[in-house]
């Protein structure tokens, strides 16, 4: 089953595409985006994880520029959202992604984390 849930960050609330596996997990897998945002694609991979037997989320990192979604022709779009990422809040997006996780017994010993893309 896969949903999105809202978490807080340090200065905001961020979306996460959450998706469970059938059955008790093997450990968890954190999808970090492309610069096109948590789109279609980002949330079949974190699907796939699940299929695979890993709790898998996808943080949505553009969350503070209105969490936009585009297509992969838009590169020019993407642009002001990626440069309006800044370390800090990376960091505070990604500690509130681990939080969550832990909340749901995932301890960063069983974490992995994915990127694509921008978060390759």
Do not use: W
């Not at 961020?14 to 694609?41: C, K, R, S, W």
């Not at 779009?77 to 995932?106: I, K, W």
């Amino acid at each position: 089953m896969a949903k999105t849930v809202h978490v807080r960050t340090a200065d905001d609330e961020m979306g996460i595409y959450d998706a469970e596996p059938d059955g008790a997990a093997l450990g968890a897998v954190v999808v970090v985006q492309e610069a096109f945002g948590v789109n279609g694609h980002i949330e079949d991979v974190t699907r796939r994880f699940a299929a695979a037997g890993y709790r898998a989320v996808a943080p949505h990192l553009f969350h503070r520029t209105g969490d936009p979604v585009f297509d992969y022709g838009n590169f020019q779009n993407v642009m002001p959202h990626m440069q309006a990422l800044s370390e800090a809040g990376l960091t505070a997006d990604l500690g509130a992604t681990f939080d969550y996780l832990a909340a749901a017994g995932f301890e960063l010993p069983r974490v992995g984390v994915v990127g694509f893309c921008m978060g390759g």
